[in-house]
């Protein structure tokens, strides 16, 4: 199951009336301490808070009216079930969420306000996977695949092709990863508009799943992280997600948890934003050094920026 440039085009069309095209920006205090100038593409000021809406829409926009009227299932540890939620509502289809009982707070609770039906599952014992076949084989209810879907690829991808269409012949661009799906569309769009454009990805340390399956050469499955990055949890990269990472990202950069939490300060302290800790992922790897040397312009894309208040307060 490939996926194409031209069918991250037709998602651009697909879901322009739900998907913001969110923000550009730049800091002066970032390029003095990195050497390089940043280009933020800001997701944390997209529709649910997030970049999933892409995904989550484009896949819930190409359903026929039969399969609307059967409702939808997903499974997300919150990012992608608001989105779900979002896109379902917007569309009149009854939307279930299979989520962890230790999702962020703000997460569950932006679902619920959705009008979405949410189950919480222990993450740690049962696997959400299989309780969302399950809902959707006894309700007749179509699944929304959180990443490993060419519909959902090519709706995330939409998100750099924004990027590079406002910021032409950018030197690197830095993803983060969890499942893959925001990663492989990312760099479809990035090696379609602009080839020499070297691409990475970021990862917890905590989360190494795809670090490990990229030096491996095959995937590689791990227990479920600990790491803050909540919404990087995926134990393994996704089949149709990681050969598309193989050919077209140069390498995967691992960072600390106290990484994460310094780019976040920087956020909400330098620029006034308010950016969760796996949408801080790519950056935490350019400000921390793991950068290849050399580079001046780079596309960073934040991902999102639903995290709870107490978490917050702890930095």
């Not at 976040?264 to 992922?281: H, N, Q, W, Y």
């Amino acid at each position: 199951m490939t996926v194409t440039y031209s069918q991250i085009e037709a998602a651009a069309a697909r879901i322009a009336p739900i998907a913001h095209r969110t923000p550009v920006l730049t800091s002066r205090t970032f390029t003095d301490r990195t050497g390089m100038e940043a280009f933020f593409k800001c997701e944390n000021f997209q529709r649910g808070g997030a970049f999933k809406i892409r995904g989550a829409s484009n896949f819930i926009f190409s359903l026929s009216g039969e399969e609307r009227a059967r409702g939808v299932v997903a499974f997300s540890s919150g990012n992608h079930a608001q989105a779900v939620a979002i896109a379902a509502r917007s569309v009149g289809a009854a939307a279930t969420l299979v989520m962890p009982d230790d999702a962020p707070k703000s997460k569950l609770a932006a679902t619920r306000a959705q009008g979405a039906n949410v189950v919480v599952y222990d993450r740690m014992r049962e696997d959400r996977e299989a309780i969302g076949r399950r809902i959707s084989q006894e309700t007749g209810a179509v699944l929304v695949p959180p990443f490993d879907h060419p519909l959902i690829i090519a709706g995330q991808g939409t998100a750099v092709r924004e990027l590079i269409e406002e910021v032409p012949g950018l030197d690197a661009l830095v993803v983060c990863l969890g499942g893959g799906g925001l990663m492989s569309g990312s760099s479809i769009a990035a090696r379609a508009m602009s080839p020499r454009t070297r691409i990475f990805g970021a990862e917890p340390e905590l989360g190494n799943d795809t670090w490990l399956s990229f030096r491996k050469g095959e995937r590689v499955g791990i227990s479920p992280p600990e790491t803050i990055a909540d919404g990087l949890r995926s134990p393994m990269p996704g089949a149709i997600t990681f050969p598309i990472i193989q050919r077209n990202v140069e390498d995967i950069l691992l960072v600390t948890e106290e990484e994460i939490r310094e780019a976040m300060r920087f956020f909400l302290t330098r620029m006034k934003m308010v950016v969760e800790p796996s949408g801080a992922v790519a950056a935490a790897a350019v400000l921390a050094g793991k950068l290849p040397a050399g580079l001046g312009r780079v596309g960073v894309v934040i991902s999102g920026g639903n995290v709870d208040l107490d978490f917050l307060a702890t930095l």
